[in-house]
């Protein structure tokens, strides 16, 4: 007579239940800390297009340099340049976006939040 073996998970059984585990663990943590790190992007790409946008418009400087520019802790601020409209525009994938674009006269300026 043969018996089911009934305490053996399949290797794909194993991720499976592992992947569950960590989107319900992402999906706590945003709950519990998603708007902090909403705001914090936000304030985080604001000041990083400006930045940016003045390093490499006003000062003449290479975009590569600007980032020389930001504070601790904004690693995950990455840029990018519109040299046809003298725009930069800083993100945070997936979360936040700012840009900055020179206007004579005023020197860069933050483009208005939409909301």
């Keep these: 007579m043969a ?6 998970k399949t ?3 194993r991720w499976g ?6 989107v319900a663990a992402g999906g706590a943590a945003y709950w519990y800390y998603g ?3 909403t705001g914090q992007a936000q304030a985080a790409t604001g000041f990083g297009a ?13 975009l590569s340099s600007c980032k020389d520019d930001f504070v601790p802790g904004m ?3 990455f840029l990018s340049d519109d040299v046809d409209d003298k ?5 945070v994938p997936l979360i936040a976006s700012d840009t900055a674009r020179y206007r004579e006269g005023f020197g860069c300026m ?5 909301g």
């Design 11 to 13: 290797g794909s059984g």
């Design 50 to 62: 400006k930045t940016a946008c003045s390093c490499r418009y006003v000062a003449g400087r290479d």
């Design 35 to 37: 708007e902090g790190i």
């Design 110 to 114: 933050l483009d208005p939040w939409e």
């Design 75 to 77: 690693a995950a601020v």
């Design 87 to 91: 725009a930069v525009t800083a993100y």
């Design 17 to 22: 239940m592992a992947l569950l585990v960590l």
């Design 3 to 8: 018996t089911a073996n009934r305490g053996s």
